[in-house]
């Protein structure tokens, strides 16, 4: 494996961190990955494990306000940066790695930011081989009521307020050994009100507009996922009318997929759908033994 770190430019050139992680030998294509809040691109070691051993290459950044990224923790001016800020890391892999298929990840948040932009930039997601939502917040969320209204009222008057989210640090994974949260120096559990006003208002514009969807897609949710509640994602679904697309829901699995006890399973679908949509020049690298 060659791993490899550095910046890119997003918005307004601020100097964004990434990381990529590069299989020996022919790159078959490419996992572009999108975290959730608060997190990070490092925390999907068994997502880059296993499609490395697949012959794909991995490359994940950290959003703004998050991970080694410059930016107040969780806050943004509005969305179109996170939007922009991915539009800018595709381009930039693209630069590094000319012709590779790319499949577009997002986790959580980060689900909702992949969806956006592709039903944002049409266009331009017409050249990824498939979208996979990824436990995403595209419904309700495990968000006590009372911080998302104070979120809301703040906005205008206080965008820059901070709270903690109040999210249950137990509701990621069902695995006893990464039930109790590790303390990552990289983490954070906090969310501005100019970005509560801003999730909300994205998640009303992306189920308003599902039925134009043009691409691939592969949402993967956990059953009793209490982070972001799998209806959110069921209903947008069903709100898809482009043949292409497949929606697994893990039963008695939470947010966290990639660590949960059935990850493997989640894995194997996973390395297992975007295979099917490579295009037929590669699909002859796929090594015999995965």
Not at 42 to 48: D, E, I, Q, S, W
Not at 182 to 193: M, V
Not at 213 to 230: E, N, Y
């Amino acid at each position: 494996m060659n791993h490899r770190e550095g910046t890119f430019k997003g918005v307004e050139g601020l100097n964004l961190y990434y990381q990529s992680w590069h299989p020996k030998g022919k790159t078959r294509a490419i996992l572009a990955l999108v975290h959730g809040l608060g997190g990070h691109c490092g925390l999907y070691k068994n997502v880059v494990e296993h499609v490395l051993s697949k012959q794909y290459a991995v490359y994940g950044f950290d959003l703004r306000g998050h991970g080694r990224s410059p930016g107040q923790r969780a806050y943004i001016h509005n969305w179109s940066e996170y939007r922009d800020d991915l539009g800018s890391f595709l381009q930039f892999i693209q630069q590094q790695e000319p012709g590779t298929p790319i499949f577009l990840f997002g986790h959580s948040m980060g689900g909702l930011i992949v969806i956006d932009y592709t039903l944002r930039y049409p266009e331009a997601a017409s050249c990824l081989q498939g979208v996979i939502p990824f436990a995403p917040s595209i419904g309700e969320v495990g968000v006590p009521p009372l911080r998302i209204l104070l979120g809301k009222l703040l906005s205008r008057t206080l965008p820059r307020f901070t709270l903690n989210t109040g999210i249950d640090s137990a509701a990621g994974t069902r695995d006893q050994n990464h039930s109790t949260p590790i303390k990552d120096p990289l983490r954070h559990t906090l969310a501005t009100a100019r970005l509560s006003t801003e999730f909300f208002a994205t998640l009303n514009w992306v189920h308003a507009h599902a039925p134009e969807w043009q691409v691939p897609l592969l949402i993967l949710h956990g059953g009793d996922d209490r982070v972001a509640l799998p209806e959110g994602s069921e209903i947008f679904y069903r709100k898809v009318a482009y043949p292409d697309k497949l929606r697994i829901e893990y039963a008695g699995a939470y947010h966290d997929l990639q660590i949960d006890i059935n990850y493997q399973e989640v894995m194997t679908d996973l390395g297992n759908w975007m295979d099917k949509h490579l295009p037929s020049e590669v699909t002859r690298l796929m090594p015999e033994k995965v």
